[in-house]
Structure formats: C-alpha cells, structure tokens
C-alpha cells in the first residue's frame, strides 16, 4: 500500500482539488510555450492522442468493456466538440492572447451552459440566483474584451477573443450532450475515448490548415518539448485522472470548484513566469468573471471538466 492509500479520505480529497486547481491552472501557460515551437494543431491533437492512447489502456486494464459502435460515435461528437473545438480554440487562440486571459474567457464555460439548458425544449428557467450570475458574467466579459475607455488598459485581440468565446461554447454543447449520450460504463473508458477522437480530429485540423508543411521536429525548442510532455503527464493524465476520482468520491458541486480557481492560478502564473501583462482591467475583470462562475456553479450541482485543461 503506497502512503497515499493509507491517508484519510479528507486528505485524499484535499490533495486531489490540490492538483486539479494547480495542474489544470498551468496548462495555459504549457499551451503557451509549447506553441512556441510546435504548431498549435498539431501540438493538440498529439497531446490528446497520446494522452489518449495511454489512458485506454489503462481502463482496459483496470477491466472496462470494449466499447461498442454507439459508444465510438457518441465519443467522437463529444471529443470533436470539447477537445477538438474547445481545447483547439485555445491552442490556436494563445498565438494572439495572453495565457491568463484566455483562462478568464474559457472561464465563461457554466454560463453558456446556463443559457444553453434554458433554450433547448423543456429546458430549465435559471434561478433569481443563476441570473445574477449571467449577469455578472456578461460583464466581466463587456470589461475584458470591451471598448478600451472602459478601463483605460487597452484591449484584448478580438479575433482570439472570438475564438475563445466559440470554443466555451463548443464545449458547453458538448458537456450537455454528454449528459444524455451513450457512454461507456466507465468514465475513464469515455475520457479515453474523448481524447483519442478529439485528438485525432485536430490533428486532422493541423494537417488541413497547412501546419504540417516545413515542420521539423528539430525545431522544436527545450521549452516546448517539455511542456508538450507536462501537458500529457499532467494536464490530461493526472489532472483528469484526480477530476474522475473527485466526481466519483465527492459532491460535483465541490469537484467543480477548479473552475474558479483554475483562472487565478493560470492568471498570476502568466504574470510570473512569462511577463503577461496584470492590467488593473485583468484584475477587476478576472474578479468579475470568477464570482460569476461561483454564483453559477454553487447553484447548479451537475457541471462538466473545463476546456482548457
């Protein structure tokens, strides 16, 4: 028994947020130097691939069914929306904006999902409480993407904006589709799944887009390279690894708490380790956003992983 088995369930549980807050919280900065050097697309669909590849055989392993047909095309809507959209949204979007700040647009994921359950045919009204959130939402985003005179600090690219807001949305349609979808038993089996057709389908991108045309591997710098492998270790395998384990073992509404912590973290890591730009509008923006995202997220107990991670 490792020493980890032996502690109790409340230390497993603190350590699992831990890792999720602070592994999830990184990413964005990995994203961003991994780009560097590696074409967005292609960097992504690698690291889900692999990522992907490992973490199938690992429930296979650990004595989940071969999925069927049904389970393999369900997978694939909701890895072409959350990993190839969202997760590719952020990939191709840090080439124009900030680490931090696409943390605070991805961060928008629960109100569109908000929105999104309202208006599909028999959807749920919000609550008094939901709609403060929306709100709040709304302008933490008119703050951070908005006309420059409301802040004085400038502003954020629109075309990566776009992006980001489009992938939050790719990925909110895909979190409520696979509410309902037809999954594997096993929730690990599913991620798996998720990421290896996610992760083919934008690679697919990068080869289409013309990512793969003067390419070398002997480009690609330290830097990237270790955070391209960070970004499989940790991003996917450990943190989803640790967000399965704590949707399994804890409430969801304490599981989803990363979603306002992931920001601050990838935020202040921008700012210190590569001089991203912490902007009184970040800050007040960011404060914004994150409490919108606790109003929500506190009131509705059922809410998926985030796209970024």
Not at 13 to 34: N, P, Q
Not at 202 to 220: D, K, N, P, V
Not at 252 to 260: E, L, N, V
Not at 278 to 287: K, N
Request: overall charge positive; charged content about 10%; aromatic content about 10%.
């Amino acid at each position: 028994m490792n020493p980890i088995e032996r502690l109790p369930l409340r230390a497993k549980i603190f350590i699992a947020l831990a890792a999720v807050y602070l592994i999830w919280g990184s990413t964005y900065l990995a994203i961003r130097f991994a780009i560097e050097t590696i074409p967005p697309f292609l960097m992504g669909g690698a690291r889900f691939a692999a990522a992907g590849t490992l973490l199938y055989g690992a429930a296979r392993l650990a004595g989940a069914k071969r999925p069927n047909r049904i389970h393999w095309g369900a997978t694939t809507v909701i890895g072409g929306l959350l990993i190839s959209g969202g997760n590719g949204a952020v990939v191709w979007a840090e080439q124009r904006v900030p680490s931090g700040l696409a943390s605070l647009l991805v961060a928008t994921v629960p109100v569109w999902m908000v929105l999104l359950d309202w208006a599909r045919r028999d959807g749920r009204r919000p609550s008094g409480w939901v709609m403060t959130g929306l709100g709040l939402g709304f302008a933490g985003l008119a703050l951070l993407v908005g006309p420059e005179g409301l802040s004085g600090d400038g502003r954020i690219d629109p075309v990566g904006a776009a992006v980001l807001l489009s992938g939050s949305i790719a990925w909110a349609v895909g979190s409520l589709y696979s509410l309902r979808a037809p999954l594997p038993d096993s929730r690990l089996l599913a991620t798996a799944m998720e990421m290896l057709t996610g992760g083919g389908l934008m690679f697919l991108a990068g080869l289409l887009t013309g990512e793969g045309t003067g390419f070398q591997l002997s480009a690609i710098s330290m830097r990237s390279a270790v955070s391209f492998v960070y970004l499989i270790i940790f991003g996917s395998l450990v943190g989803f690894t640790a967000y399965i384990w704590l949707l399994n073992t804890t409430t969801p509404a304490r599981a989803s708490t990363y979603a306002y912590v992931n920001p601050v973290v990838a935020v202040f890591l921008g700012w210190l380790l590569a001089g991203e730009p912490l902007t009184v509008r970040t800050v007040l923006a960011a404060a914004v956003i994150i409490s919108a995202v606790a109003v929500i997220t506190t009131d509705r107990t059922c809410q998926n992983a985030e796209a970024g991670e």
